[in-house]
């Protein structure tokens, strides 16, 4: 069974200040995606990433795809409140088509 | 374009009792995917339908089911409910079932079992 771990669990900074995410596995993905779920709402894709090495910007967040595409990070530059949500990856299982294996998330915390 | 809409967001059941939830997918979408998510677990694959079939089944009990509307609307029932149901319930809709389409997701159906 294909497990993504997700770290850290929880996070709480100021805003202004720089973070990294993780999403990790042993087993290698034809894709990751990055998620943002905000309280009362479904989550929301922010990116795909299908290349080992990749790495994609969005504003101030800058996702990573590793080498091996078993490892995926997230850094977002001079964080803001509005960044606060729940923050998932969600990889593609080759050996099951591609069906999403999901990390238990990064509860993220920006305050003012 | 309206999004994904779940019914009800919210429900209080208790043990033994059975629900239905129910999905209307994004006008044109025929993927409906639905997903229980609980703290710590992440999200968990129930099953996913297209053009009333379902494609792929997680690794649920069978009290868990579902199915599609000639529409796409789609509900999932729980059977015979237990504590550890509790949990919030998502739908996504797609447009197809193609392997790393966009999904799109409900706000849930948040399940409360006593």
């Known amino acids: 069974t294909q497990l993504l771990e997700q770290s850290p669990q929880f996070l709480s900074i100021q805003e202004g200040e720089n973070l990294t995410v993780y999403c990790n596995s042993s087993?290698?993905?034809?894709?990751l995606q990055w998620y943002r779920q905000e309280p009362g709402e479904g989550p929301v894709l922010l990116v795909t990433v299908v290349t080992g090495g990749e790495v994609k910007k969005l504003k101030r967040l800058t996702f990573q795809f590793g080498d091996a595409r078993k490892d995926s990070s997230l850094h977002i530059t001079a964080a803001q409140p509005g960044d606060t949500g729940l923050y998932l990856c969600?990889?593609?299982?080759?050996?099951?088509?591609?069906?999403?294996?999901w990390g238990a998330g990064t509860k993220l915390i920006i305050k003012p | 374009k309206a999004g994904v809409t779940q019914t009800p967001r919210y429900l209080i059941k208790t043990r033994g009792q059975q629900v239905t939830l129910s999905c209307s997918p994004i006008s044109g979408h025929r993927s409906v995917s639905w997903y229980q998510q609980t703290p710590g677990q992440g999200l968990q694959f129930l099953f996913e339908y297209f053009s009333e079939t379902q494609r792929n089944k997680g690794n649920f009990p069978g009290r868990f089911s579902g199915r599609q509307f000639s529409n796409s609307r789609s509900e999932m029932n729980v059977s015979t409910l237990e504590l550890g149901d509790s949990a919030l319930y998502l739908c996504?809709?797609?447009?197809?079932?193609?392997?790393?389409?966009?999904?799109?997701f409900g706000p849930g159906t948040r399940l409360l079992v006593l």
């Open positions: 087993s290698v993905f034809s894709s």
């Open positions: 996504a809709s797609s447009l197809t079932s193609a392997p790393q389409e966009t999904q799109y």
């Open positions: 969600a990889g593609g299982d080759m050996d099951s088509n591609y069906q999403l294996i």
